[in-house]
């Protein structure tokens, strides 16, 4: 059975710091794309940072570009997020998604609060 488990969420004040981690089973993790998307209140899931299998190709929206950082151990089948300079537009709800051809496996989020 497939699993896609997202921890490190918090409350964080503006310019700091959290890692968000995903921890995969049930598939060939080294196989898939890896993706973090997130979900603010009223607005639409958007993709914000994406590696390929081999860590090789690397792509972030702008809006998050310069501050995070995406990255994955293959063989701990973990994928991360480090956040750094925060912003309380980064609030939302923060997924871990696998893709790989018609696969599309899903987290249940992990909340992310930026505020004073």
């Known amino acids: 059975q497939v699993h896609l488990v997202e921890s490190g969420g918090a409350l964080v004040q503006p310019g700091g710091s959290l890692t968000l981690s995903c921890a995969a089973s049930g598939f060939t993790f080294s196989r898939y794309a890896m993706n973090w998307y997130r979900q603010a209140p009223g607005k639409e899931r958007e993709l914000i940072a994406a590696?390929?299998?081999?860590?090789?190709?690397?792509n972030y929206a702008d809006s998050v570009k310069g501050r995070f950082a995406i990255s994955r151990d293959n063989a701990k089948k973990m994928l991360y997020l480090q956040m750094n300079g925060l912003k309380p537009e980064d609030t939302a709800v923060y997924f871990c998604?696998?893709?790989?051809?018609?696969?599309?496996?899903w987290g249940q989020g992990t909340q992310v609060t930026v505020s004073s």
């Open positions: 590696i390929n299998a081999g860590s090789t190709i690397i």
């Open positions: 998604n696998g893709r790989l051809v018609s696969n599309n496996y």
